[in-house]
């Protein structure tokens, strides 16, 4: 969020919170007590995460990108990351934190996990080429991985420290997301090739792609996320009336 100077100039962008419930109407800070800033310290913050007690972000208050965290109930920040690269696009669930990391070297990015519980630090991946764009539920970590030359979908067990290549096809798949937890657990990305959302239930069942009258490749649809059985995506429609793109729900049956 941008902040006001009072004389009309924008300051750094922060970090801020907001209950929605307690401000139903208006999450603004200084207009609902229940908003308050998490960052104020002159530099820039970016790419806020939440998850239940916990915000994390990139920061920029070292001269280079770090991961931040904060536990909302106790106020408490942490600096997560103190490396010389930029550490990007943390994922956030139940007290881990997943991000990029290039230590090991250009074109090599890995995959680190921080347990905010535990305050300890996990390499999660360290194949050639490189991971990145995860997200989470907590145990369980979908990737983008270009090992292959083209970008995969893979998948990571952060209880049995198992990897498992996840797409199949030989075009680009990208934007993994997930939502639910062991048999429940559903993962959606963006497949480039025929650009088709797919579902491949992570009991290692068949992969299970959607009804393209939802998405086509005369109507494709990108960066999905999903929750429960609800995926949400953005579809772009072409015709003689019509140009642009919204937003599309689609229940998984």
């Known amino acids: 969020e941008d902040y006001d100077d009072g004389n009309g100039n924008e300051s750094d962008p922060d970090i801020a919170y907001c209950d929605i419930v307690q401000c139903p109407t208006l999450c603004d800070v200084g207009v609902c007590p229940a908003a308050r800033k998490l960052t104020d310290d002159g530099a820039f913050q970016f790419n806020p995460t939440l998850a239940g007690n916990y915000a994390a972000w990139e920061d920029l208050r070292n001269g280079n990108l770090d991961i931040y965290a904060y536990q909302l109930s106790t106020n408490t920040e942490l600096q997560i990351t103190n490396e010389f690269e930029h550490q990007l696009d943390a994922a956030l669930a139940g007290t ?42 907590g145990n369980l970590i979908v990737f983008e991985d270009d090992r292959n030359v083209q970008k995969d979908i893979y998948l990571f067990d952060g209880t049995t420290f198992v990897e498992r290549k996840l797409s199949s096809t030989t075009a680009d798949q990208t934007h993994p997301t997930l939502s639910g937890t062991g048999a429940a657990a559903r993962v959606v990305w963006h497949d480039n090739g025929d650009p088709i959302l797919y579902d491949p239930f992570l009991s290692f069942g068949p992969e299970q792609q959607f009804s393209t009258v939802m998405i086509s490749a005369a109507s494709p649809g990108y960066m999905p996320q999903i929750s429960g059985d609800k995926v949400i995506f953005t579809k772009q429609v072409s015709s003689s009336v019509y140009y642009g793109d919204f937003i599309q729900v689609y229940t998984i049956s």
């Open 96 to 137: 881990l934190v997943v991000w990029t990391d290039p230590r090991n070297g250009f074109g090599n990015d890995d995959l680190y996990g921080f347990d905010l519980a535990t305050r300890t630090e996990t390499q999660l991946t360290s194949a050639l080429g490189s991971q990145y764009d995860a997200a989470t539920n």
